[in-house]
């Protein structure tokens, strides 16, 4: 398949049309994602208008940008004006932002072309797609395995070939995960690094935005186009968008790559044994790869699934049917917002709206968020001993290859597992990336997980690219 | 900590303004209580003199430039609301008795 690095060579070039290119993503949705379901609304209109927008650049002798013409999938929880934006809920079903997010606008700006929006689970809160309001997303590489989650509609179009790019919000691995599960890459940047502008807040401390991909130098492309600051997030680091691509084919000459036993133990074998071919990869390339401990990340699970709830049920305290969404009409203003939340929202949503509830309520704050926010200090200091050794770690990126849907639907303790090596980044803030590298046990893809200190992104795509290369088919 | 009860349960639901019926109500109780078991895990650090972290990056407040820039199209925003009379959001009464 053709990176969006080609496909935008060659719309630049003028070898073929965005418009054609648009028409082939179109066609390959329609032929495909009745089996996969990763997608929950195509803009067919809105993605042949930007595509002749972008034919229209090239002929007048302008250059509509690195992303000239690339077919790309946008995460259903980030905003897209006047087109239907659910984040999977059915709380927002026919909903139509007035505003759209800065990353889809940036997105645009640089040539791409959104053909729709991807399902995940609700609210961005699930780890195999399954929470979804409508309906699960299957896996593209067998159909009977979930895709990973929360963002495995844009890791199963970009898997099938339906997409060069999808968007993707990871707040505790919803893009690494998913991404590792369907064989591609993502990436979740540094926090600020990426606008939080119009995607549809889940944990905000948490929550940040990146791209998955088919290759290690197309995410890097997409990170190149959507960062930097935005004022219009408070959140937004006050620097320019990081260059990447210039650092793919760095190395790893003279780094220094830790081998992270608690991102490793608990793992399948044979996901095991791809993070050990990997580190033998990397010591091949020049690196010296130590074995590491850092046992605070043990604890970044606890910390985790009380920080995120907490701020869930702040944050979806706005879903409450007056200014948009559902409403389940009723006598008086308290039967109207409990009669729409209890209609509105899924269960996984709820438990966590609760779960949060409860964390934050007094005589349970300090014991519960409080303590899993000092845990979080003690994680990050953790990472800064760990990089003063290190200049990047090495892990797997979730604990199985993709697993079966429905294994996990009843046990919601089973599930959070999932994440148990992709939510320490996200405490942390810091940047991470996971690569495809080989095969389970079933045939199924497995990810490695590269993690880096904050702004550290130009040393993660170096040794991804490094993975990337060597990577076993 | 203490193990979450029922009823500890059925008031968070009521903060939260959800309602439950009562087999979601053991259920989630359930499901609830295993999350919260397996914090027990972070109750073996002494954290009294390790502060918290609200935000990965302590950023220093910042405002932005004063310039005037256009918010949301008024008509646009009412056009998506559940219920509008006269250019305002409409809910159900909510001072006096319901009619």
Known sequence: MTSAIELAAAVRRGDTTATSLAEGALAAIAAGDGAINAFLHVDAEGALAAARRVDAAVANGEDPGPLAGVPVALKDNLCTRGVPTTAASRILEGWRPPYTATVVDRLVGAGAIPVGKTNLDEFAMGSSTENSAYGPTRNPRNHARVPGGSSGGSAAAVAAGMVAIGLGSDTGGSIRQPAALCGVVGFKPTYGMVSRYGLIAFASSLDQIGPLARTVADAAVCLEVIAGHDPRDSTSLREPAPSLLDALHDGVKGKTIGLVRELVDGSAPDVEAAVAASAVTLRDAGATVIEMSIPEMRLGLSAYYLIAPAEASSNLARYDGVRYGLRVDADDLTTMNVATRTKGFGDEVKRRIMLGTYALSAGYYDAYYGRAQRVRTLLSRAFAVAYGRADLLLGATAPTTAFELGAKTTDPMAMYLSDVFTIPSNLSGDPAMTVPFGSGADGLPVGVQLLGPARSERLVVAAAQVLEDAAPS | ?99
């Open chain 2, 1 to 99: 900590m203490t193990s979450l009860s029922r009823d500890d349960v059925a008031h968070v639901a009521r903060l939260a303004r959800l309602a439950l019926s009562d087999e979601e109500l053991e259920r989630y109780t359930d499901q609830l209580r295993a999350v919260l078991d397996h914090a027990r895990d972070l109750e073996a650090f002494d954290l009294e003199a390790t502060p918290p972290t609200a935000h990965p990056f302590a950023a220093d407040p910042y405002l932005r430039d004063d310039v005037i820039v256009n918010g949301l199209d008024r008509d646009e925003v009412l056009a998506q609301a559940p219920a509008v009379e006269d250019e305002r959001f409409c809910v159900p009464q909510i001072i006096g008795d319901a009619p």
